[in-house]
Structures are given as structure tokens and as C-alpha cells.
């Protein structure tokens, strides 16, 4: 297949819509709209968009300070598009952007269930004396 490989923002109706097809829009924790979610992505610090016929089929973003932190965010991949790679192509888009910049330590946030995806990238899980952590506020 081919595919077009971009790292400008999708229009906010291609974002919501894959969004919702990811399922990605019922795991997030708070009650956010899917205009806050656009607001989020437009504020990223670099994101990767995946588009097959012109419909957006992929898309990760990340954070990050640009010298030495940065988290994956927001990986989603149409669910009829799942297995032919596009996840794994969003990640390498988004660690040569850090490896580009210098950056040499990149956390991520991944959905439920996810986990295994995301080792087979060479990703590892954070030691049970040092976990992340977080607050809903």
C-alpha cells in the first residue's frame, strides 16, 4: 500500500475522526472534548501523521522540552489498518525526531493492553522501585 508520511497536524475533523476509530477517545482518564484533544495535539512539540488515500490512518505526538525529555502521546491506528506496520512507522518517526535532537531518553504513555506492542520496539518497562505515577485532578 502506499502511504503518505507527514509531521504537520491533521484538520481537526481527520484527528476526531481517528480518535474515536482508535478507541483511544473512551481510555482517556477526564472528561475532555475532542476539541481539547485537538488543542493538546496543536500543542505537541512534534507529531507524525500516516495517510493512506488521503485519510489519515495514523498519528503519534509527543512532548518534550527539546534537550533531554520527551513522551510519546497519543499513538493511534485505525483499527482496519492494524498489523501492516503503521504503529511501528509513527514510533521510528518519532525517535529519529529525538535522536535528531539530541534526546536520549523517551517515556511514553500507552493505552491499556497495549504494553507488549511497544517492548517489541525495544521499550522497557520502568522498575517497580522507581514507577511513574500520576494524579487525576
Known sequence: MDYQITNEL??????????EASGLLQNKKGNYTREQLY???KNSWYYTAIYHNDILTAFGRMISDGVYQSLICDVMVNPDMQGQGLGKKVIEELIQKCK??????VQLFSAKGKHPFYKKLGFQERETDAPGMTILI
Open 100 to 105: 535528531d535532537s539530541g534526546i536520549q531518553t
Open 10 to 19: 491533521p484538520t481537526f475533523e481527520q484527528f476526531a475522526a481517528l480518535h
Open 39 to 41: 488543542e493538546a495535539a
